[in-house]
């Protein structure tokens, strides 16, 4: 079945601790995102990428970082900068970045700094 | 960017329909209007979208306002499984970053038995 697949589900770290949530798509998919979503709140978009080789900032980038070297593949470095970084990491996909296709999102990472 | 305004939460009995306001005044004329909506713990799903017909499918219906300020979406039979979080989302549609989503708070539908 094609989809969307994020790990680990739960994930602690230490602070001051750099950590990376994998992402995985096999839906051929072009597009992918990375939000975030705070406990009551909305998704904030915090990077995404077109294509392969390419990614843009979105809102709250600071203290994030990403790769796109595979086109199924965008993992989300949490690093220490990130004064705030206990939250719910959704990741999603889209089939063309310039096209109205729906997103689709994976089952989310839950990670807690300690 | 355009932004949207929902109720924070909505009750429904099961078996009955759910109406989901959603005000958009600032709508330009070529934003798209989207429905999605999270169930706990989980990622949010595509429930619908449109432009400015009325739209329908398997999940849903999208009753858009004539003048695009509003719109409503439809849950003809609400069941247990449709008390989620209700995102009414407006985005460009030229796609790209006009394209992206942002989510607001919002409404979250309790279904009682």
């Known amino acids: 079945d094609g989809g969307i697949t994020q790990s680990p589900k739960y994930l602690f770290r230490k602070e001051g601790q750099n950590v990376t949530l994998s992402c995985e798509q096999n839906?051929?998919?072009?597009?992918m995102y990375w939000y975030r979503q705070d406990p009551g709140q909305g998704l904030r978009l915090i990077y995404y990428?077109?294509?392969?080789?390419?990614?843009q900032k979105g809102d709250i980038a600071e203290g994030y970082s990403v790769s796109r070297e595979k086109k199924e593949s965008f993992p989300l470095t949490v690093t220490s900068a990130q004064k705030n970084p206990t939250a719910f990491y959704l990741c999603a996909s889209k089939k063309e970045y310039s096209s109205y296709n729906e997103q689709f999102f994976g089952p989310g990472t839950r990670l807690t700094v300690l | 960017d355009a932004k949207t305004t929902q109720p924070n939460s909505m009750e429904s009995n099961e078996e009955e329909p759910v109406h989901l306001p959603c005000n958009h005044s600032?709508?330009?004329?070529?934003?798209?209007i989207h429905w999605y909506r999270q169930l706990p713990s989980q990622g949010p799903e595509y429930v619908i979208h449109g432009l400015t017909s009325n739209v329908n499918n398997r999940m849903a219906s999208l009753a858009i306002a004539e003048d695009r300020k509003s719109s409503t979406l439809i849950l003809h039979r609400a069941t247990l499984r449709d008390a989620a979080v209700y995102y009414c989302i407006l985005s460009g549609n030229y796609g790209g970053s006009q394209g992206n989503l942002i989510f607001g708070k919002g409404t979250k539908l309790s279904v009682k038995p």
């Open positions: 990428s077109q294509i392969v080789n390419d990614f």
């Open positions: 600032t709508i330009s004329g070529t934003d798209y």
């Open positions: 839906l051929n998919h072009d597009a």
